[in-house]
Structure formats: C-alpha cells, structure tokens
C-alpha cells in the first residue's frame, strides 16, 4: 500500500493555491491598459480636453457581457463618468461617455440634434458638428454643419449654432442664407436696400423668433439669419459611485 507522507501533501497544497492564484490573475482585465486605451482616444478625440488621469475599478473579471465604471479626471478640474461593457470573455471593451455638466459627447448631441430639426422643420439633415467631445461650459457655443444644406421656405439652412446655457443645457439656432432671385437681388442693390449684416467674419446675426420672408432685406440681399429654433436638455449620468 502506498502512503503519501504530509510533506508531499503540503507540495501538492502549495501548488494547487499557486495554480489557482496564477489562472485568477490571467482571467482578469488589465484595468492600466483600459486606462490608457480610454484616455489616448478621449483626447485624440477632441483639441480641447486635457486629460490628467483614467482611474477604472482593479479586479474585473473577464466575462463577456460585463459592466463596469471607469471615471476621466480633467486638467485643471472636473471628472465624468465612462461606462464600459465587455464584449467577450477575451478582454475586448467598448465604452461610452455620456454627456455631463462637465462634457460634452458630441456624437450623441448630433443624433438629438437631428431628431430636433426634424421635428421642427419636417426634412431630415446629416449634421456635422466637429469634435467628439467638448467642455460643457455656461456660455460656450460651436457650429453645427447642415451636410449639404436644407431647403425651408425662400431660405437654406445652412447650420445650426448651439449655445451652452447656465444650467449647461443646449439651446440652438438655424443659420439661413435666403434663396433670393436675381431680379430680387438686382433690385435691392439698386435701391440700396440694406440690413443688418453678419459681417466680415460672416457669423450670423442673432434674431431670435424672427420669421423668414420674402420682404426681409437680409432675404433679398442673400446675407445669413439667425432664428431661435430649440432648446436640448441635455441629460446627466448618474455621479461615479453609485451603487447600481
């Protein structure tokens, strides 16, 4: 009969805990390299974000489907939240930065932005409105681009311009140039007709709540109008931290 004495037990113990030690790390993300990986597009991503660190949880494991938090700290101040999903057992990720009273994710303000303009003019656009992540700051404006341009009434809308409230909502606007007809023009030029320009930087003159006519001088001599067209609230993450 064989015996097995409690010194070659204990090796087997021994071994087996390191055995299982050495698997669990293997099974677990590599939460630096999520890190990095998240903070170099952030800011590849953007010409205003400076980025001071990416902290994710330590101890995921890898388990297709799974979701954790990461949170983006910004030079000089603020932090947001990055949620992230795992997309297989293999350590692939894919996140998301949802819009906050500190950023901005561009892309999605684009997809409600086009939401918007149809609900208010009944024709579809393709919006382009540069970065992909902007400071959400009171105050803060940037252009959107009307891929292309929308035909409404006598004018085209050629952009719309948002503006970042107090409270860190959007509020946005439509930037026209008038279709005016050759005649029209030839006309006012002679008269001498002339409205408010948009000078020569060519931005737009706010008027909001103004209506597009055809007996509008800035219609008839082809210069860009502003008009006040919605407001986007923008919706808030829940803070790093909680408990869901």
Do not use: H
């Amino acid at each position: 009969m064989q015996r097995t004495s409690m010194s070659s037990l204990s090796r087997m113990v021994l071994l087996a805990g390191g055995l299982l030690t050495l698997t669990s790390c293997f099974n677990r993300l590599n939460a630096t390299a999520v890190e990095q990986e998240i903070e170099a597009e952030i800011e590849s991503q953007s010409r205003r974000l400076s980025i001071s660190e990416v902290r994710c949880p330590r101890n995921i494991y890898r388990q297709a489907g799974a979701y954790f938090r990461c949170v983006g700290y910004l030079r000089p101040e603020g932090q947001f939240t990055i949620n992230v999903t795992q997309r297989d057992s293999q350590g692939s990720i894919e996140w998301d930065v949802p819009n906050s009273q500190v950023i901005l994710n561009v892309a999605k303000i684009e997809e409600d932005l086009e939401q918007d303009f149809a609900k208010a003019f009944s024709r579809r656009a393709s919006l382009n409105c540069g970065d992909m992540y902007r400071l959400n700051q009171p105050g803060e404006e940037f252009e959107c681009e009307v891929v292309g341009g929308v035909t409404v009434e006598q004018d085209e809308i050629t952009a719309l311009l948002v503006k970042v409230d107090p409270e860190g909502n959007l509020n946005w606007y439509e930037v026209r140039d008038a279709i005016a007809p050759v005649a029209n023009a030839a006309t006012s030029a002679a008269t001498g007709t002339t409205g408010s320009t948009s000078g020569a930087s060519g931005q737009a003159t706010p008027t909001p709540g103004a209506a597009a006519s055809t007996g509008n001088p800035q219609a008839a001599s082809g210069e860009s109008t502003e008009k006040k067209a919605g407001t986007r609230q923008v919706e808030r993450p829940r803070v790093p931290g909680d408990d869901d």
